[in-house]
């Protein structure tokens, strides 16, 4: 049966992009039934909604047509998803706090599925402690998010708060219908890392040579994306900072993506503090040490000399941080003596736990879709049977809760 999706879309600049993902959602075969805020119709028409979805769109809380055909109780439970895009900062703001003031707000409080929001605002009111604490509520409670992104926006300023794209929408909303039954129902007991905020590095960085070439490596980012998904699933707040990947961006995790070693500890630091890091990036350990403006030419004298100067130490970084989170984990990848590099590794870098695995080209564990793990501490080495990707990353969430609860970290 084909799945059913009830989407708010709030009052925004970024509102347009509703309709393309409307348009995406029903090239999937999904039927979606539209409900336009008072703010959201000054940026959207009822009109292109309705072309658009096939269907009636709801707007006022007190229709007496609208009620007679269907109630606001049964259209908000009439759906397996419910999706805001936009999320605005006032949606978020009642939402957490329980108004059912509007047809918005009321149907939010009233369904028993999932919520996905979307949020897009400007990035001071994203960043705002009042948004940042309606957020944490509301992840508690079980709703779901995509992005925002980061970017240049609408009023001229750069940073997160940008909506994330229709396809980046789609993916989230695919995962969510998935039905990850880690990820808690409105009303559900809080998972084991509930009011925890994870740090996740993810995929490789690209290490520019010239503006059209770049180092970089076999990462895909799967393992990293997982462990941010299943972080996400066991009710952390979780910050997943990626390197160039194709594979999306996971449902209820703030994504920034960046794409040289610089930039990812820029970005790990400025989400600190933490309760947890986890570094799943392959980070690449030299970069070019000259900045070439332009394209580098054939030429009489030979090929270039790519002078290689050292990138900063992300994990090892975090591991001597003032503000050092309680548990930090990094991953160690080797193609002989795993074990050893790993335990030495944990000693160099002062972290609490290393990943081991073998990245091998006959594992297939770079890009694949499974993995065999060492889990290397102080105390010993743990080696786990090979397991899909997401497999290890529900394990090694399990017990990184079940590590902070014990250690008090
Ligand atoms: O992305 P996939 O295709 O799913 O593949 C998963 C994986 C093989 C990339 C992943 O499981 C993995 O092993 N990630 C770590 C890759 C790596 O860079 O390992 P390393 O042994 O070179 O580095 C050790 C640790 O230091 C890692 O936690 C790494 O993130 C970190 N590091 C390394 C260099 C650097 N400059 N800064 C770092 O933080």
Wanted: aromatic share 2%; hydrophobic share 45%.
């Amino acid at each position: 049966m084909s799945k059913r999706i009830l989407l708010i879309v709030g009052g925004g600049i970024a509102a347009y992009k509703s309709l393309d993902l409307v348009r995406r959602l029903r090239e999937r075969g999904m039927s979606v039934r539209a409900v336009l805020t008072k703010a959201g119709a000054e940026f959207v028409t009822p009109l292109s909604l309705a072309g658009l979805t096939g269907q009636e769109v709801h707007q006022e809380l007190f229709s007496l047509t609208a009620e007679a055909r269907m109630g606001h109780i049964e259209l908000s439970r009439d759906a397996d998803l419910v999706v805001i895009a936009p999320a605005t900062a006032d949606l978020l703001a009642k939402a957490a706090q329980g108004h059912a003031d509007d047809l918005a707000s009321t149907l939010l409080l009233a369904t028993d599925k999932r919520i996905l929001a979307a949020p897009s605002m400007n990035l001071r009111m994203w960043l705002h402690p009042a948004t940042q604490r309606n957020v944490a509520t509301l992840r508690g409670d079980g709703m779901l998010f995509v992005g925002p992104g980061d970017g240049a926006m609408a009023c001229g300023e750069f940073g997160p708060g940008r909506l994330s794209e229709p396809l980046e929408i789609v993916a989230a909303i695919e995962a969510a219908l998935a039905g990850d039954t880690t990820i808690p129902l409105p009303g559900a007991q809080p998972g084991p890392l509930a009011g925890r905020r994870v740090i996740v590095t993810s995929g490789p960085t690209h290490e520019p040579i010239d503006p059209v070439r770049y180092i970089a490596n076999r990462s895909s980012g799967k393992q990293g994306h997982a462990i941010a998904q299943a972080a996400a699933g066991a009710g952390a707040e979780v910050v997943l900072v990626s390197g160039p990947v194709t594979v999306p961006d996971p449902a209820g995790v703030r994504c920034v993506h960046v794409e040289t070693a610089r930039q990812m500890l820029e970005a790990v630091e400025a989400a600190l503090p933490a309760d947890i890091y986890v570094g799943a990036a392959a980070v690449a350990d030299w970069r070019v040490g000259a900045a070439v403006v332009e394209k580098l030419k054939k030429g009489p004298s030979g090929p270039p000399t790519l002078g290689l100067v050292e990138n900063p130490d992300i994990l090892a970084t975090v591991a001597s941080h003032a503000k050092r989170p309680g548990l930090v984990v990094g991953f160690a990848a080797e193609t002989e003596k795993v074990i050893d590099h790993a335990q030495a590794k944990l000693a160099r870098k002062k972290c609490d736990l290393i990943v081991a695995n073998d990245v091998s080209p006959a594992t297939g564990v770079m890009g694949g879709d499974a993995n065999t793990v060492h889990l290397v501490t102080g105390a010993g080495v743990e080696t786990w049977p090979t397991l899909s990707k997401q497999d290890v990353a529900k394990r090694l969430v399990e017990r990184l809760a079940t590590l902070v609860k014990e250690t008090g970290a």
